[in-house]
């Protein structure tokens, strides 16, 4: 049995780990949120210290370590805003635990870099959560590209709307500086599915760039995408609106759509097996996903030229 700490315990996500560390088996020793909206923790570990200041959390994570006590922290689970990532996992590997950490894994590229010398450092290791590449369809998907004929190059087209309310843009989220913008919060997964199943980035334009949407034209060895990213739930199609439903997803392949709504809930629990059998993703997994946000996010759109996305031309005028 491993011993867990977790940040970020408030989140959307973190039950998702809690889960996650409960069905392999460990246990969750210790959790820190500035939030205490945390009762979900007594679901899963109701025994698990807790903390809302983090030089408190700080204090116990490095007692624990230094008298090698039984509840030392093993691993360290990062679920805090993005911008909080980077600073977060060195704080893990300094405290002699590995990281775990969600999606965007940090904001920009050079962060890998900087990342890398602390696990060289520090002897300790991060994962990251890229749970798109454990999914069976996916790597159906990759192994059908890789058998297809040489040099072939497929046609994909992209499509995801969450809707989100006001909220949205008055969280960390809707602050670019935090979140890293739409692509970065609610697309990077999707960036990184496409390098997993097509291979090198080779190009890379933006046709509209905002704080609720996003789209753009990605070149890979083995595809050109058109891709669309939305939180406004005005660009879920009539038909689905209408049905009260407010978000859409669309994956197509040459023409053929790639169904993958289920299958999800255990992606968590199977990362986490992955990590703990020493097979998890690490830094340079993440590279080409982040260095694909990142020129986005600093991009100049534009706007409707050359190959984009159809769901564009909604917000044309």
């Known amino acids: 049995m491993k011993n867990f700490a977790l940040v970020g315990a408030a989140g959307y996500i973190a039950p998702r780990h809690m889960q996650a560390i409960r069905d392999t088996g460990n246990k969750l020793v210790a959790a820190y949120d500035p939030n205490d909206s945390v009762g979900v923790i007594d679901s899963y570990f109701p025994e698990a210290d807790f903390f809302t ?19 030392r922290a093993d691993y360290m689970a990062i679920c805090s805003p993005n911008y909080l990532h980077d600073s977060h996992m060195r ?28 696990e060289q450092d520090t002897g300790r290791r991060i994962n990251t959560i890229l749970q798109l590449r454990l999914h069976p369809a996916i790597v159906a998907l990759r192994d059908k590209v890789r058998s297809s004929k040489r040099g072939a190059r497929h046609e994909v087209d992209l499509a995801y709307v969450t809707s989100r309310g006001h909220w949205y843009l008055q969280s960390w989220k809707g602050d670019t500086k935090k979140s890293g913008g739409i692509a970065t919060n609610i697309g990077v997964h999707f ?57 859409y997803r669309s994956i197509t392949v040459d023409g053929e759509e790639i169904e993958f709504s289920g299958g999800f809930t255990d992606l968590h629990t199977r990362s986490y097996q992955e990590i703990l059998a020493g097979r998890g993703f690490g830094l340079e997994e993440n590279r080409c996903a982040i260095t694909t946000v990142s020129d986005i996010r600093h991009a100049a759109p534009v706007g409707l030229r050359g190959e984009y996305h159809p769901f564009l031309t909604r917000n044309a005028g």
Request: aromatic share 10%.
């Open 53 to 71: 200041e983090f030089e408190r959390f700080d204090r116990h994570i490095d007692k624990m370590r230094r008298a090698s006590h039984p509840q």
């Open 91 to 118: 704080f893990a590997l300094r405290s002699g635990a590995d990281a775990i950490c969600e999606k965007p894994l940090v904001l920009n590229p050079w962060n890998i870099d900087g990342l890398r010398e602390i």
């Open 191 to 247: 960036f990184d599915m496409l390098h997993f199943i097509f291979g090198e980035l080779q190009q890379n334009v933006v046709h509209q760039l905002s704080e609720t949407k996003a789209g753009g034209y990605l070149e890979y060895e083995h595809a050109r995408v058109r891709w669309f990213l939305s939180v406004d739930v005005e660009d879920v199609p009539a038909a689905q609106r209408l049905a009260g439903q407010r978000t």
